[in-house]
């Protein structure tokens, strides 16, 4: 089992709809969790953070449950901007090791 | 610079010829990694350092692959007698120790 799992999608929306991404992971004892972002031919970029209290930037609101151990992105009014592929981080270990996802793509279209 | 450097941006090898690949992290950031990613997949952690010493290098796919980092800062990937299943774009990503990571653009390399 891997430790951190996405759904690759692609998850085709319209602009304006909601789409929401689920991650799972496998280590209970992972401290921390992001999202990051990767355009086509990019590197990943730090979306948000994820705390157990749920945050929200903008458009965005991520949201960790601890009990299930998955994490969630949610993106509302999506534009067309927001066509990328969306990556899980976890963080475990002693020494802070990040783990990424495999990723879930979205394709926004008009 | 204010964020990460790697270098080359791009490296086309021939086959079993070694390359090494550089990366200059934010100044002051302890961790560095290293992650490979083929096309369309996603990416593959290769190595971790804290400061100078690289606690996990499960990732290293053969012992083809080495890395090091010097002065807590400058790191270089080597990889030996290259092989086309080593075409990649290798990222490096630097941290201040919190788990946000900052990367670089990559270094897109081609094992012809």
């Known amino acids: 089992r891997k430790e951190v799992e996405q759904d690759p999608g692609p998850f085709n929306v319209p602009e304006g709809a909601t789409v929401a991404f689920n991650c799972t992971y496998s280590n209970s004892a992972s401290q921390s969790f992001f999202w990051y972002r990767q355009d086509c031919r990019k590197e990943p970029k730090l979306l948000m953070s994820?705390?157990?209290s749920g945050n929200e930037d903008g458009r965005f609101t991520a949201q960790l449950n601890r009990a299930s151990q998955y994490i969630s992105l949610l993106i509302r009014d999506s534009k067309l901007s927001d066509s990328a592929t969306y990556l899980c981080v976890v963080v475990s270990g002693g020494y802070n090791k990040l783990i990424f996802g495999a990723g879930t793509r979205l394709a926004v279209h008009p | 610079g204010a964020g990460v450097s790697q270098s080359p941006s791009n490296k086309v090898t021939e086959k079993g010829k070694d390359v090494e690949l550089r990366c200059d992290p934010i100044s002051g950031h302890t961790a560095l990694y290293w992650y490979r990613q083929r096309l369309g997949q996603g990416l593959e952690f290769l190595i971790y350092?804290?400061?100078?010493?690289?606690?996990?290098k499960s990732g290293l796919p053969s012992d083809r692959f080495s890395a090091e980092r010097t002065g807590e800062s400058v790191s270089t990937l080597t990889i030996q007698r290259t092989q086309q299943e080593d075409s990649a774009v290798y990222l490096c990503?630097?941290?201040?120790?919190?788990?946000?990571?900052?990367f670089g653009q990559g270094t897109r390399l081609t094992v012809v």
């Open positions: 350092f804290q400061g100078n010493s690289a606690p996990d």
């Open positions: 990503a630097s941290s201040p120790g919190t788990g946000v990571a900052f």
């Open positions: 994820v705390y157990s």
